[in-house]
């Protein structure tokens, strides 16, 4: 289907008692951050399923692996070029030659990604015959040692090796004991440091990458000990099963959506106790386990979870948020078939071009359908906020206040602009939020004849004038004469 002649109607609300607004005064306060990120915050990952990976009566994988993944298609080229955080993740039963190893060099370079490798930790281990799903003995690094020799040989540049994929706690059909991941990941680190001469170019160790349990992580950094893990990774699904008839509810309970916020207090509280380098990234989430929802991972209704999703992670100070997955499966931002942006492609792009690293806090009047989230703008002055309304018959009209600090318990001063704000509203093609196409201010995203992304320009509106968030929509706002301190 040819999608250039689509374009966004506007969605009359014929009856007030169907839709209502409500007004909201927002608090900014920006007098000091609360948590940071990495600039690169926005990552997305590849993985290496084959076509024949299938779950729930369904193959979405098709050749969107990163063994078989055309990397020459103008398109994947285009949605990646300068844009995310690239993240390969591990599937231990594909094997990469070194062809194939330079063919996604040259990709990598030509769209000038940072690039995480994810190794396979289970390299030399046997299952337990008394503990099914464990794995036991030491790691054996020779693979990988082969691996970073031809690297460096190379000249290839690998930002981070990340240890592991899935084994930590529980695991996901296959756990390795924390003392013994501990171990582990010191002889990863050794042979980083002896292969890479070079300090400035020496990759970072990141682990275990894997679900966060308590227990489990604190052991694994205590035996590590300092200065060995740089980063610590973990996974979302919060959304459980793919095939879960519920899910289009779930992405839209803003109760059930708060429910992760203790995994990301959890980690964080582990972070401040060992203080690895780089903090805390969550280096897989998916949303829905095993390839996705069919039918809302690719949808916009999609974004309300993931954008939701990036914005508390940021609040507890997680540095990086890698999307599983860049293609492939359902829950890809490209359509594994046609390399096409789904919608949630567009919001994380908006995301890496508009939010700061610099968080700030916000505070509302009590409404738990409108979520808000603020940063510092990126690279400009001011300051950037996203609004969620996972509301199905509310709109909200929102003006803004700036907290007084040092001030509590007294009336914070309210905002009134001078410079036109730039405003930039997604919604579903249709007001459906199961569409596949998302508007960007009542115009459709669909890429142009040459495969580029399409401009995403911002509507200018008057300072003086309230922001407006339509029901189930969602919206950046970048405002810069906002005066906050910690944007200074």
Known sequence: MNFKFAFCPIILLLSASLSFAQNVNVVIHGAASIAKTDDNFVCVTLDWWPAEKCDYNQCPWGKAGILNLDLRYGALINAIKDEFYAHPIKFTRGCLSMERWDQLNRFFNHTGVKLTFGLNALFGRNESQTEKGLWIGDWQPQNTRDFMQYTISKGYKVDSYEFGNQLSGSGMGAKVDAKQYGKDVIVLKNLVKELYAHPETEPKVLGPGGFYEEKWFNTFLEVSGQGVVDGLTHHIYNLGPGDDPNMMNKVLDPSYLSQVSQTYKGVSDV????????????????????????????TFADGFWY????????????????????????????????????????????????????????????????????????????????????????????????????DAGKPNYEFVGKQNREEYHLRALTGDIKDDIVCLNDVPMVQTDSEDIP?????????????????QSIAYVTIRDFEAPACV
């Not at 969550?282 to 069919?294: F, H, P, Q, R, T």
């Not at 492609?345 to 409108?370: I, Q």
């Open 271 to 298: 972070v401040n106790k060992f203080r690895p380098q780089l903090g805390a990234w969550v280096s897989e989430s998916g949303g829905a386990l095993k390839g996705g929802s069919k039918d809302v991972s690719r």
């Open 307 to 406: 954008l939701d999703q990036m914005g508390m992670a940021s609040t507890y100070d997680q540095k990086v948020f890698c999307r599983q997955a860049l293609i492939g499966g359902n829950y890809g931002l490209l359509n594994a078939t046609t390399f096409v942006p789904n919608p949630d492609y567009y919001g994380a792009l908006l995301w890496h071009r508009l939010m700061g690293s610099t968080v700030l806090a916000v505070t509302k009047e009590f409404d738990p359908n409108l979520r808000v989230y603020a940063h510092c703008a990126k690279k400009k002055p001011g300051v950037s906020l996203i609004f969620i309304n996972l509301s199905k018959d509310r709109s909200f009209n929102i003006t803004l206040s700036n907290a007084k600090p040092g």
């Open 455 to 471: 401009a995403m320009d911002p509507k200018l509106v008057y300072a003086s004038t309230p922001i407006s968030i339509a029901a």
